[in-house]
């Protein structure tokens, strides 16, 4: 199979509208890595894309609760699920009709609920213009199931010839995909995950939760019903006509990769959508409520706060709960990370409004959605003072080391700079390590140039230090498989390789970095 090195150097003049002036350079000079780039908000990598619409007044529309996906049958211990991935229009913007690419035709997606220890079978059928691919990010999931960048699931009928450069073990119409879901409890999500189009077919609208259920979880007194809320942040810019605005090279998504050259960096919006609706308002009771916060924006970056609230108690991390609660006055979030929170109104009077804002944001960035006590309930729920056994890595476990660079250079093409892991740009025939089955490692990841959100996918981690620390810090307690690293940064992580061999990737979750070759694979053996 070509690499993806090789269809750069072949892509011709197309590719060649990415190129920059300048190759790997500093933080300053060049202008190309400024911290958050031009016009941007800042500890994000990116540009801010400015609207053409009229943006609405905050807190004006209320929060879209996600619907719960019904499996259509369910038999000898497994859930089967079926999804269409289409296009539809819905109201973002008043007055506005914009077209999403959704799960079912909706922005996000449908939640799907899984219990641990019973298999899931999604079938997803591709009725767009475009191949997809689906990722379970944070799933111990089998490789063939994975989604895999170039395990394509084809558009059905058409020519698909301009697809085979990176068709894998690909489809066409339709593929199940098998979780067998032997993890905890957690907040995981799914989302496309197409060799060099994720950034674009993402914010188009294909991401959507995946929640594991599990006994452990469920013994807790913990708010649930109506007071378990899922929050997808995704920041967004609208063209005149109400169009998600993203500056592809080219806006099929069916030829040159890419973004233009001045967001290479990052594609930054400037309106905040919470479950798809501009900085919503959500009516709550004087009670506790839980909330999963995933961050499902390409680029951006949060710091969020309770603006006349208390603090946010977190229980849970990327994969599952921790061992006890932590109390955060603001809580740092990057792109694909989730924080499971209890928010505690039953402090506030009818009437009152808490605002969860976000420091790292200005000009509209800074807000995000609004809470309004709107009525008195009881309350049952509580928050434990111990939560789960949570299993500790040790590194006497350690059998091997390894140390993973996630910086732009080291590779161009056309004269242009690439983002690279160890100075190499994605190649689906290069294995940047090979770790053994049920072995742990320890990874040192540098992030340099901007910032860099790690991922991995199948090994779940647990992080020793950040930034020359000699903790994890305050926001990555428990287990992970996404770590926010700032400009220069590092983190070292005890890494657990089990559940299945087989090929997998590792990659930057800014999303326009990875479409441009930040990502490596290893495999499992």
Known sequence: MPSRRAFLTTGGAAVAALVLPTALGGCSGNGLFVRGGNNSSENSAGTLLRSEAPLPEPFQVPLPILPVLEPVRGEDGTDHYEIVQRAERMEILPGLSTEIWGYNGLFPGPTIVSRRGRRTVVTHRNELTVPVVVHLHGGRTAPEHDGYPTDLILPMGGDHSAHQQHAGASVVGSRDYVYELDQPAATLWYHDHR??????????????????????????????????????????????????????????????PGVTAEYMSGVLGDCILVNGAPWPVLAVSDTRYRFRILNASNARRYRLRLEGGGP???????????????????????????????????????????????????????????????RRESDDSAIPDQLVELERLSEE??????????????????????????????????????????????????????????????????????????????????????????????????????????????HCHNLEHEDMMMMANFEVV
């Open 195 to 256: 060799m060099d189009f994720t950034g674009p077919q993402v914010y188009r609208g294909l991401a959507g939760f995946h929640l594991i259920r599990d006994d452990e979880e469920e013994a807790l007194p913990l708010p649930r019903g109506e007071r378990e809320v899922p929050l997808m942040i995704a920041d967004r810019s609208f063209a005149s006509d109400g169009a998600f605005q993203y500056p592809s090279v080219d806006p099929s998504l069916n030829g040159t």
């Open 312 to 374: 946010f108690v977190q229980i849970g991390s990327d994969l599952g709960l921790l061992a006890e609660p932590t109390a955060h006055e603001a809580i740092d979030i990057a792109q694909a990370e989730r924080f499971d929170v209890i928010i505690d109104f039953s402090g506030h009077d009818v009437g009152d409004e808490i605002t969860m804002v976000n420091d790292h944001g200005r000009d509209g960035t800074d807000l995000v959605m609004r809470f309004v006590v709107t």
């Open 397 to 506: 476990d350690v059998v091997a080391e390894r140390q993973f660079v996630f910086a732009r250079g080291g590779a161009e093409a056309h004269g242009m700079t690439l983002w690279t892991v160890n100075g190499e740009p994605f190649s689906t025939d290069a294995i940047a390590a090979r770790p053994r089955l049920s072995t742990v490692e320890r990874w040192t990841i540098r992030a340099l140039n901007v910032e860099h959100p790690f991922h991995i996918h199948l090994a779940p981690f647990q992080v020793l230090n950040t930034g020359g620390k000699d903790d994890a810090g305050p926001y990555n307690q428990g287990w992970k498989d996404t770590v926010n690293l700032d400009n220069g940064g590092q983190a070292e992580l005890l890494i657990r390789f089990d559940g299945y061999r087989g090929r997998y990737v590792l």
